[in-house]
């Protein structure tokens, strides 16, 4: 037999490898090895064909097994339907529903079982498959749906255009009684079948609207551990969650992440002490009250994110909790005036984390800034009290209008274990000036920082001020270095300094600047690359001379 085109022998190398996997698990079943009766094992080996680079491969090899014999069937099966992409593949069990959803088999070769042809035969030319004119399920055709509804953990619901054919379902019905995952992040209403995908099992929740009956979520799924409510592109506003009883009930949640709360419901959350991470995202619709504040909560929360259009919600939150375990703080607010940014940053440095923060980051896209006469805006200044800090990006306006080599010394003494710190004034070019840190500065402050592995920060390279010929510092951490300069005067003098006393750093990335600065970097970068291979070729011309 012939195989004329690359085509076919690609299609003979699947079926032979298709085939040599059920000779091979065949062999093993019938030599009955112990290894092989041991559920451990299989399980394990089960896992890491279900961990294969490509998806397809490993769910035909799934179906492959399960298919071998009985041993191999149940883990096999589990596996294969354990995670799922919407609800037709089991739609696709019912006799009704299969030519609609999969076009038939006709023209198509199936190799194993009906309920694995979901995983071998394509719908042709990749109709969707539409259920608009579709009979809801029959009680029979329910124990079809349902067969192998139980093997299921995870799924991820992306449109409910299917729902009413399960619509006869009995209200106290639960599909997945072993779900552990559930995500219906697409969907805007799906309160009227809501109710049949909450398992006693669920640990993470994914939805796109605020239900009325959330309620019932909370009640049935008393191990739910992550909650996220992210609305629709085209839901409607939400209004802040207000049901104070709903977290009272959450029993176990560690993750929340949602629209803006109300104070009521941050007092909840105060008393959960179980709950790490807070994430509110959103328009603030209604501000806090002046009467919302009669006392000072505590919070047990390690990581708090906020990405609103309100820096003042902000504000009142971190000026009213006490979070003595906070580890990590992410701050997106669309609107932030310079007298906000002061008053963010004191709140935060007064709010008991100054032992467990390491992580900071401050972004404000669309900033508006009042100067005020007199005032000098150095967020960095506030945050000193942090002297666990491994991570800081302040990402706004005017946030290194009065850095200088004072300044930054000062900020590395107050930081021993920064990692990673990135300042990048996005309006630079609106309020051109000549940054006041120096090389010398620079180094000075590195001195202090022995672990810092990444480094965004304006300087001055038109003055250099150093001679790294007579210097003997090298910081040995620092990885990736990104500058902020107006130009670049003297490639060579640049180049040979951070060569010198940067060796791991083989490029600098300009943040800001135009053309001209961009290729005056460019040649940096390329005396850099000279500077290494020229060290590299003499270190091997010495060890050849020390050899011979």
């Not at 559920?39 to 799934?62: A, G, M, Q, T, Y």
């Not at 919070?299 to 820096?311: G, H, N, P, Q």
């Amino acid at each position: 037999m012939s195989w004329p085109n690359e085509g076919s022998l690609r299609l003979r190398n699947l079926l032979t490898r298709f085939h040599s996997i059920r000779l091979t698990l065949t062999l093993a079943s019938t030599m009955q090895h112990r290894a092989l009766l041991v559920p451990d094992i299989l399980l394990v080996i089960f896992e890491h064909v279900n961990h294969e680079k490509i998806s397809r491969w490993s769910r035909k090899s799934l179906a492959a097994l399960a298919s071998t014999c009985k041993a191999f069937h149940e883990p096999a099966m589990d596996l294969l339907w354990a995670n799922m992409d919407g609800i037709e593949p089991l739609l696709g069990c019912v006799t009704r529903l299969h030519p609609m959803i999969y076009g038939g088999d006709k023209k198509h070769i199936v190799t194993v079982v009906h309920e694995f042809s979901r995983q071998l035969i394509r719908r042709p030319e990749g109709q969707p498959f539409c259920s608009q004119s579709v009979d809801p399920l029959s009680e029979h055709e329910t124990r079809q749906f349902l067969r192998h509804a139980a093997r299921v953990r995870s799924i991820s619901i992306s449109h409910d255009s299917h729902f009413h054919l399960i619509s006869a379902l009995p209200i106290e019905t639960c599909i997945f009684p072993r779900l552990l995952s559930l995500a219906l992040a697409r969907i805007i209403y799906p309160t009227k079948y809501l109710h049949l995908f909450l398992s006693p099992t669920l640990r993470c929740c994914v939805l796109s609207e605020i239900q009325p009956d959330l309620k019932v979520l909370v009640t049935r799924c008393v191990a739910l551990e992550d909650l996220s409510i992210i609305p629709c592109g085209s839901s409607r506003e939400l209004s802040p969650l207000s049901n104070s009883t709903i977290f009272c009930l959450c029993k176990r949640l560690v993750n929340l992440r949602c629209p803006p709360l109300d104070w009521a419901a941050w007092k909840d959350l105060s008393m959960l002490p179980t709950l790490l991470t807070v994430w509110i995202h959103g328009k603030v619709l209604h501000p806090f009250g002046s009467n919302d504040f009669n006392l000072a909560l505590f919070l047990k929360v390690t990581d708090l994110y906020f990405s609103i259009d309100s820096a003042a919600y902000i504000i009142a939150v971190m000026h009213n909790f006490e979070l003595p375990s906070l580890k990590r703080v992410k701050i997106n607010v669309d609107t932030l005036h310079s007298a906000e940014g002061d008053l963010l940053l004191r709140a935060l440095s007064q709010c008991k984390a100054c032992q467990t923060l390491e992580y900071v980051k401050l972004f404000a896209g669309g900033l508006v800034v009042q100067e005020l006469s007199g005032s000098l805006f150095t967020p960095i200044r506030q945050l000193f009290c942090f002297r666990q800090l491994r991570v800081l990006r302040l990402i706004l306006p005017y946030c290194c209008s009065h850095l200088d080599n004072d300044l930054l010394f000062e900020a590395m003494s107050s930081w021993p274990h920064i990692r990673s710190l990135e300042l990048t004034d996005l309006h630079r070019d609106l309020h051109p000036h000549s940054p006041a840190v120096t090389f010398r500065g620079l180094f000075a402050a590195l001195r202090l920082c022995p672990h810092l592995q990444k480094l965004r920060i304006p300087i001055d390279t038109e003055h250099i001020d150093i001679d790294p010929t007579t210097e003997s510092f090298q910081h040995t951490s620092l990885q990736s270095l990104d500058l902020d300069s107006p130009d670049v005067v003297d490639v060579e003098a640049v180049a040979r300094t951070i060569f010198s006393m940067l060796p791991c750093i083989h490029q600098v990335n300009q943040i800001l600047g135009g053309t001209h600065c961009w290729k005056n970097w460019q040649k940096v970068n390329k005396r850099l690359e000279t500077f290494k291979s020229s060290s590299v070729l003499g270190h091997q011309i010495i060890g050849t001379s020390s050899q011979s």
